[in-house]
């Protein structure tokens, strides 16, 4: 078995919380001893919108350096945003943004990916809103696959909360 530390835990995002850089952040997880780290894909940490090739480079690099592992990068999706407004190809964009983090996942030297369902919304079917999930995390596994990357999905106060949902 292996530890892992997820970045979440300082990337600011709640009132109280520690912020640090994603240096910081990893010279955190060798200080406390883990294995390896999860980083979250989004702004302050690891956003596809602010790692160019050589960044991801040199991220990669200090990564290796300080002994660590990459375990997963952390997308944050949502497949049943925007349900209710049918001209937003929200479903294609949640994909498109997967198989964008499975490529930045590859080039980091991950080939795991975790990723979200959708929120359930109210006074839409429920049935409508899990089709949709599933017809985004087809469309996101293909994008996936083009660059090796598993998908891992995470029941998070979304869809797939309850195991049953999940199953």
């Known amino acids: 078995m292996k530890t892992c530390l997820h970045s979440v835990s300082y990337a600011g995002f709640w009132r109280g919380q520690a912020r640090l850089t994603v240096d910081e952040f990893l010279l955190k997880a060798k200080e406390f001893g883990f294995d390896g780290v999860m980083l ?3 702004q302050p ?12 480079k040199k991220l990669r690099a200090r990564i290796k ?3 660590l592992e990459l375990v997963c990068l952390a997308g944050y999706t949502d497949f049943t945003a925007d349900i209710d407004k049918p001209g937003i190809p929200n479903v294609e964009i949640q ?4 198989g964008k983090l ?4 590859r080039d980091l030297g991950t080939n795991m990916g ?9 006074g839409i079917p429920f049935n409508k ?4 999930v599933v017809e985004g ?7 996936a696959t083009e660059y090796g990357v598993t998908l891992a999905v995470q029941n998070h106060h979304d869809i797939a909360l309850h195991h049953d949902v999940m199953y």
């Open 129 to 132: 809103q899990y089709s949709m």
């Open 137 to 143: 995390l087809k469309m996101a596994g293909k994008k």
């Open 102 to 105: 499975a490529k930045l996942a």
């Open 40 to 42: 979250v894909a989004k």
């Open 45 to 56: 940490h690891f956003s596809p919108i602010d790692y160019d090739e050589a960044a991801r």
């Open 65 to 67: 350096e300080l002994g």
């Open 95 to 98: 994909a498109a943004y997967v």
């Open 114 to 122: 975790l990723i979200f369902t959708g929120y359930e919304g109210e």
